[in-house]
């Protein structure tokens, strides 16, 4: 679409997504981000003129971003570190969320209430899901 | 895993980042190729060995 991936690197160090390696990446930040704050600044703009333009902006950054990282291309020793480095966030979100819906339904209990938080109950059911979907996935196909 | 990957790469006048390029790789991967840090796939291991000249991969490659 718009950027390209050989201006940007996989976020390693800090969290998700990408990180420019060049400086058209940095470019291209600027370029895409500081118009999401030129909007705001439009004296003339009605409220929903506003949110509207800078809500499709920010799909288009979105969607641009997503298409960027999908065609990023990664050695094995890369994808290797990656998935490691994945699973280990993935463990430590998994016991956190346990801990935190383990936590809830004990003070809910002292008010003899029974309430699971929708979210947390579904963050975990959803990973349940999703790695069982990947092992199917990657059974079948190697 | 010991390997001759620094020394056929050198006697071929490449750099890491060439090397890297032919074989599909970071640069940073050839680095921990060449440090005895990383054992590769079988296609990497086999792309690495013909771009080095050598038909084989016990030429390049020694598992110990």
Known sequence: MIGKPAWFARRKYSGWGLTPATWEGWAYIILMVLPLAFFQAMPYWTPQVRLAVTGVWALLLLVDVIDIMLRLRMDEREKLHEAIAERNAAWYMVVVLAIGLGYDMMMNAATEKIYVNPFIAAALFGAVLVKAATNIYLDKKN | ?64
């Open chain 2, 1 to 64: 895993m010991k390997t001759r990957i620094l020394e056929l790469r050198k006697a071929k006048g490449m750099t890491q980042q060439e090397l890297a390029d032919k074989v599909g790789a970071s640069r940073q991967t050839i680095n921990a190729l060449e440090q005895g840090r990383y054992n590769p796939s079988l296609v990497l291991a086999c792309r690495i060995a013909r771009t080095l000249g050598k038909e084989h991969v016990e030429d390049v490659f020694d598992v110990e």
